[in-house]
Each structure stands twice: as structure tokens, then as C-alpha cells.
């Protein structure tokens, strides 16, 4: 199924009900007075954020949402009930906007909900309209008709896991392995010109970040490029190839930068990830792991032909961001 990330759809909130003219008569009265209830509101219609990237596609046939009408009044006064509201789910991301206001809302966590369109109100009954000066009112309104739109939804994919790391610290190649993204790949720094994203478990987003260098949150390399799109990563998966003659000093240009840069980056959740542990040896291997340990962080290791450590890592991330 063909990955989609934009949609319109038409979307119209339900009509209020209306107000009826009723009398209510009690045993061995007459007349006992007006009992027209008022008529229900007409359902509201929502959006809602869920973590699902491929959701969209379940509207590719269907584009068409109605939300429930009011019902209308009825006798002893009592009121209609309120039209069913229905929610629109889409994923993580998205932005909607009304094409005739304009409005925009973007949803940016799993669970945004927004309410883009008003249901109708209900009409009035004679029961309203009864006063001292007309004690028998022969008047109701009828229920408002809910709005109505066509809306765009455009998806920008917020990641919930930002790769980082040096140039050829291997970003590319595990997101291809974790993800079967086809990220291009190769052994020159900057491979990677723009983020390349890909799914793992239930709808987890990686973002393969471009290479960072030192001097990077002043414009140096691809600058405020990468910056920008780890702002709302959930956490950090910092990549260090074992290849590295100074690990340490790998793993502090980077946090340099991400510091420099601000935002908070720095205090996102990270862990630390040995790349490339194929063309090592488990001396080498020990090495790096020990000297990477008194940074604090949880250091683990990969091999993207590894399939084992690969299955490990997955879940290993899943986990990582349900707690983040």
C-alpha cells in the first residue's frame, strides 16, 4: 500500500433538532399549559491524533464525515437528545486546515484532539416562549443546520527517535536496517542532505538527522538544517562508529552542539549506539564500550547485519520512547 501524506475530505457537523409545539394536559384540566421541548445540538466533528503513519490511506475512498443530527423536542417539555459527535483519527503530525476560513490546527502528540467543526443548535419549543403576556404560545424554531467544510490535511511527520552523530557514523544504514527505508548511503561525510524517515512497531518514527561537525549550530556543514528537525524528537539515538580513533571526542562534539544550539536538545533522553562492531574485534569492541560508559548514558551496540542485535534494538527503542 502506497505510503500517503496528504488528503481532503469534506466533513459537515449534524443539524440541531427542533423545537415542537406540544400542550401538556393533566387529568380533569383543561389546559395545562405549553410542554414543547427544545430540540437537540447536532453532533460536533473532531479530529485526533494517533500514532498510526498510514492511516490516511483508509480515507483515500472514503472522504466524507457526518456527525449525528439532533433530535428533535418532544411533549412534557422534555429536550431532544444531542446529535452523536464523530472523530476523525490522523496521525501524528498532521496539519488541517479549514479551506474556507483558513484555519490551521496541527496536531503534534498522540492524543491532540481539536474540534474543527460546530454542530447546530437546537430549536426552541413553546415552552419558551411561554410568558404572562402569552400563557398559550403557538411558536417554536427549528434546529440550525451544523457547519460544513472541506479540509486539507498535510503530514508532517514528527519523529519520536532523532539518530544523531558525526558523519559516516552509519545513521543511514540502521535506519535502512531497522526500517527497510532505502535512505541513500555512502562512505562520504554528508551523504545525508535532508532527514530521511522510517517506521518500526506500531507507527514509531526514526529520523535519520543529517551529519553534525564541530561548529555546527553556527552554520558550519548543514547548520541549523538538522537542528531544526530534533526538536520534538522524544529521544536521542547517538551514533558512534567504532571505526572512531576518539570516541569521547565524538561523542562531545556532538553534545557541544546540540548544547550550543539550545532548545532543551541536550536534556532530550539519549543513548548511546556502537556502530559498526562487525569490523571489530571484541577486545576493540570492550575498549569502546568502557571508555563510552563515563559519560553516563546507557551505551549499547549494532551491527546492521546482525539481525539479533537489531530485533534487540527495535524493541529496545519502543520501550525507550513509551517511557519518554
Not at 12 to 22: F, L, Q, S
Not at 85 to 91: G, H, Q, R
Not at 117 to 125: D, F, S, W, Y
Not at 192 to 213: E, K, M, Q, R, S
Request: charged share 30%; glycine share 14%.
Amino acid at each position: 500500500m502506497a505510503f500517503i501524506d496528504e488528503i481532503t475530505f469534506h466533513a459537515k457537523a449534524g443539524k440541531g433538532g427542533n423545537g415542537v409545539v406540544r400542550w401538556m394536559h393533566e387529568k380533569s384540566k383543561e389546559y395545562s399549559g405549553a410542554g414543547g421541548g427544545n430540540g437537540g445540538k447536532g453532533g460536533d466533528v473532531y479530529v485526533c491524533a494517533v500514532r498510526d503513519t498510514n492511516i490516511l490511506s483508509r480515507y483515500k475512498s472514503d472522504k466524507n464525515f457526518v456527525a449525528g443530527n439532533g433530535e428533535d423536542g418532544m411533549n412534557w417539555s422534555r429536550h431532544g437528545g444531542s446529535g452523536k459527535d464523530i472523530t476523525i483519527e490522523l496521525p501524528v503530525g498532521s496539519i488541517i486546515t479549514n479551506t474556507k476560513t483558513g484555519r490551521s490546527i496541527e496536531l503534534v502528540q498522540v492524543g491532540d484532539t481539536d474540534k474543527i467543526l460546530h454542530g447546530g443548535r437546537g430549536g426552541l419549543g413553546n415552552k419558551h416562549f411561554k410568558a404572562s403576556t402569552n400563557v398559550k404560545p403557538e411558536q417554536s424554531t427549528d434546529g440550525r443546520e451544523g457547519e460544513e467544510a472541506d479540509f486539507y490535511v498535510e503530514l508532517n511527520l514528527i519523529a519520536d527517535v532523532g539518530l544523531v552523530g558525526l558523519p559516516n557514523a552509519g545513521k543511514s544504514s540502521l535506519l535502512n536496517a531497522l526500517t527497510q527505508s532505502k535512505a541513500k548511503i555512502g562512505s562520504y561525510a554528508f551523504t545525508t542532505l535532508d532527514p530521511n524517515l522510517g517506521v518500526i512497531g506500531d507507527g514509531f518514527v526514526i529520523a535519520d538527522i543529517p551529519g553534525i561537525i564541530e561548529g555546527a549550530s553556527d552554520g558550519k556543514g548543514l547548520g541549523y538544517k538538522f537542528l531544526r528537525h530534533i526538536k520534538r524528537t522524544r529521544i536521542l539515538l547517538h551514533l558512534i562508529s567504532i571505526e572512531s580513533d576518539d570516541v569521547i571526542k565524538d561523542y562531545r562534539v556532538v553534545r557541544e552542539e546540540l548544547k550550543r544550539y539550545g532548545e532543551c536538545l541536550e536534556d532530550k533522553p539519549e543513548i548511546i549506539l556502537i556502530t559498526k562492531t562487525d569490523v571489530a574485534d571484541d577486545s576493540r569492541i570492550v575498549e569502546v564500550e568502557k571508555a563510552l560508559a563515563g559519560t553516563g548514558r546507557e551505551v549499547l551496540q549494532v551491527s546492521v547485519i546482525d539481525e539479533e542485535k537489531l530485533s534487540e534494538l527495535k524493541q529496545k527503542i519502543i520501550s525507550a520512547v513509551d517511557k519518554s
